[in-house]
């Protein structure tokens, strides 16, 4: 009999995984899996909870939450020479990853692509000697002054699937020196900020294989270099037009690894969370994870 271990957290999207708990346990067993949860305590948890699944030996882990939860349940598991393969319940306020994967929102739905069996070996991030991160890192320095945002330009970055975050943020940036290497490139210049993403979403929101990129062994890099308040909105539009590669504010590049170094305080976000100070090595890992997708993403 396949063993799975849930792994959720009791706090994430007002609590609506409890309530279906029982019924996909149900769902499970009648699948024929032995199934069993555990629920996180708090920051780091889940990355423990993920390890012990492994010493274990469950064939299956289950991460139910928010992108937060799936990213501590991936630190936990990348590491470990066998990898269990990872399901995705997508409950949490953000599911940016879920949704790149084409996980549905419903949970029964959800708990179903896990039965269904159909996986896909995804790329993970890897930062330094021990993080992990499974969509997007990045970094820049925000400023004191608080601008408003103008609500079109509001409206226009909310299409940015995964960028937005960083790129909502570019009125609050000031410009920081960076030295970045990746591939046979040194870029020491001042930007504004830096993206790393393991998506398809950047110059692809109209790609018709949504995953296509997401197990290539490379990185989206996107920097924008140093530029005045006045030019964001022209920098956003190319950006939303996937014409952005020509941009000469932006560079765009795919790479598989990258090294960045300040010279002052800058603040790394890993996926969606502040993530420490850089500098930063970040290293794809091809393939790495196994998840569970629905069937019709290949
Ligand atoms: N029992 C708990 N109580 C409080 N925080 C927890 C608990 N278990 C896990 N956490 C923390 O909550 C963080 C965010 O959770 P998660 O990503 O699942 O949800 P979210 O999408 O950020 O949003 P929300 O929790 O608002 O639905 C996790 O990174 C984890 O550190």
């Known amino acids: 009999m396949k063993r799975a271990r849930i792994i959720y957290n009791p706090t994430s999207g007002r609590e609506a995984f409890q309530k279906e708990l029982p019924r996909a346990l149900r769902k499970l067993e009648e699948a024929g899996y032995e199934a069993s949860t555990h629920a996180t305590t708090g920051e780091g948890d ?9 010493t274990r030996e469950y064939d299956v882990v289950i991460a139910a939450g928010g992108d937060g939860t799936i990213n501590e349940v991936v630190n936990g ?22 949704r790149s994967l084409r996980i549905p929102r419903n949970i029964q739905k959800a708990i179903d692509v896990v039965i269904a069996g159909n996986t896909k070996k995804i790329d993970i991030g890897k930062i330094d000697e021990d993080r992990y991160f499974i969509y997007i890192a990045g970094g820049g320095k925000i400023t004191e002054l608080t601008y408003e945002v103008p609500s079109k330009l509001k409206t226009m970055l909310g299409q940015l699937a995964y960028y937005i975050k960083g790129i909502e943020m570019l ?5 920081i020196n960076v030295r970045i290497e990746y591939d046979d490139h040194i870029l020491e210049e001042p930007i504004m900020m830096f993206l790393i993403s393991n998506s398809n979403s950047i110059g692809g929101f109209e790609r018709a294989n949504p995953l296509g990129e997401m197990d290539d062994g490379y990185f989206d890099l996107l920097i924008v270099r140093k530029t005045h308040f006045g030019d964001i909105p022209k920098i956003a539009t190319s950006l939303l037009k996937g014409n952005h590669i020509h941009h000469d504010k932006i560079i765009y590049t795919k790479t598989k690894s990258l090294t960045v170094d300040v010279e002052e305080n800058v ?10 100070l850089l500098p930063g090595k970040f ?13 019709n993403t290949d």
């Open 267 to 276: 603040s790394l976000n890993i996926d969606g969370e502040y993530g420490g």
């Open 283 to 295: 290293v794809n890992l091809y393939q790495h994870i196994e998840f569970f997708v629905p069937e």
């Open 77 to 98: 598991l990348a590491e470990q020479p066998f990898r269990p393969k990872l399901g995705v319940i997508p409950v949490g306020t953000t599911n940016d990853f879920a």
């Open 171 to 175: 009125p609050f940036m000031k410009p």
């Open 46 to 54: 889940a990355t423990e909870a993920a390890r012990t699944a492994v």
